[in-house]
């Protein structure tokens, strides 16, 4: 088996799976809510606030910015609703939002979502040919009216094509206005250096089954001068932003993953790049007229390829690599399991066929030069079999 | 063999899905996405290509231990079947989807994908058995689909595997219970898939417009009522005329044909349904060609009556599958719909069927 969707979900890291066994396991001898007043609930807390450290020490952020989540779609749909919200409450002008063309659709549902709901507007701000967002594209749809933008997002580096966001640029543009600036890092933490502070944004999602740490936790990372209306209301957990009863075990896993895909961050990467390269160049060789989408060199997250491969559908080359057992994804998932063109690719420039025609192949931490060879040997049977299906389909 | 399973999400493709794992077979469940919004289609029992049914399906695969993938045939499915059948009724016919979804969908987009990626041939929950390439009715008549199976050609059914023709359906389901398959009772799906609420003339005025024009009592030529489109009115009905003016016997009238370029509905009594001389075009046959004339027995529409018929050559009606038919009915058939497929047999084996066009 070669595991080539490592942006879909990396595996846990071993030091993380002992972490979270482990203090499951002391779960069943004591409970413990970190919003108890007692010894246990004090227990708890303490490794709550542990993590909390830990994980903001790891990204560059304060203790007080980290804000644990159920994981980057809550995170995002936090960012983008508390904040317009919140703007908007104080000064009603302010219901334009900013986003990138290319953003996950935690980002984009969650911003569609105010324009039906909210009376929000948006600016999908377009990107280049490698899916990058130019400071002064932003500047521009800014400038129109500074007065009325409730915020900016823009992710810091793509899922789909790897693109890398100039996000302190970016932010720096919003910040000009006093506008705030939020970044969906998910694919960013552990393959590129995230530093909050230093980059200037105000929120920033991350999660941890992206970087090593378990499914289903997530953090939103809110600097303390940026208003954030809470979508969940009960118990003031988290700042008031975020109630609910912290999953202990899993906010301790998180910070520990994070943890250690930051400090292994700049050796896996160079691994990663190494090798993300050798599966570009031979792909190209098995596969002459493939495409690589997206941009080259540092502009890329470390583990990501992502070709067009004329003639053939996506979802057929899923197919038949998965029956050599070569596991990819043709972008981003979507939960009727329907192909459909990527949004990404389109903003590109890409057309209809080619958007549906791509594939992509992430690597990760677990990621070994046999997993390339497992899909360069099969990749040029799979591509003509695609082609003839293609060629079927397009009768 | 490799095999494409077609996982509906109901429990027919779900046995036939795990009758050909039991065999020894590499089994791929596919479920055919045919809905353009899934949301807005019905949902549970009522029929096809919801969210719902595509997860039963997923988990049908799940217990089978086979991989499943989604194929998106929305923008396919309206093109040649829900856009056939409006364009059908508003041309004074009367489709079958099904038929045209098999022929169409299942049976070729379907099917060509399948072996073009590798496969052997395609599984489906079909009710009919196929023995030795030939298509014969399933051992439960009741529920039986060879009707719509027979517009295949003999490539189509080479390549198509139908395991459950030997079963009934109470046999289905029972296997799907004992092998631990939720959708063992989940209740069967009926009517047209694609009508949501299963109110197939709300659904052809949402498109095609009123187009209003009178009834006209076929015997007197009096106008005796007015409707709202023609389109909505098929021959042999008799519910939902709203007729004005009651007949000269106080008998039911019923439709007798449908005008769509006059707009008009004629209708008359019962026994003027009566034909016994119909033709028949484009015919496909799912055997060899077979010499004309022949006696056989012709099914008219779906679950129909069977009658004992002579096939004679109609060179007027002629396409790929050779010249049309002429159909001449020892016993007398009614309501027979111009649209619908004639469907010949001799005794439970299909040999081919054509498209009736109009009836004397």
Redo the contacts between chains.
Sequence with gaps: MAYLDHAASTPLLPEVADSLAASLRASVDAAGNASSLHTAGRRARRTVEEARERLARAVGARPSEVLFTAGGTESDNLAVKGIWWSRRADDPRRTRVLASAVEHHAVLDAVEWLVAHEGASVEWLPVDADGVVHPEVLREAVERDPSDVALVTVMWANNEIGSVQPVRELAEVAHEHGIPFHTDAVQAVGQLEVDFSASGVDALTLTGHKCGGPLGVGALLLSRTTGCTPLLHGGGQERDVRSGTLDVPSVAALALAVDLATQRRAEVAARLVGLRDDLVRRVQDAVPDAALNGPVGSARLPGNAHFSFPGCEG??L???L??RGVEVSTGSACS?????PSHVLLATGADGPAARSSLRFSLGHTSTVSDVDALVEVLPGVVE??R??G???A? | MRLLAALSGGVDSAVAAALSVEQGHDVTGVHLALAETPDALRSGSRGCCSREDARDAARVADVLGIPFYVWDLAARFRADVVDDFVAEYAAGRTPNPCLRCNERIKFAAVLDRALALGFDGVVTGHHARLDGGVLRRSVDVEKDQSYVLAVLTPAQLSAARFPLGGMTKAQVRAEAARRGLTVADKPDSHDVCFVADGDTRRFLRERLGPQPGPVVDALTGAVVGQHDGAYAYTVGQRRGLDLRVPSADGRPRYVLSVEPVRSRVLVGPREALDVTELRAERPVWTTEPRALPLEGLVQLRAHGEVHECVVEADGAAGGAGGAGWRLRLRTPAQGVAAGQAAVLYDGDRVLGSATLAAAH
Excluded: Q
């Design positions: 979802d057929s899923l197919l038949l998965d029956a009727a399991g329907v192909a459909r079999r695609a003839r299906a060629a079927v389909l009768r």
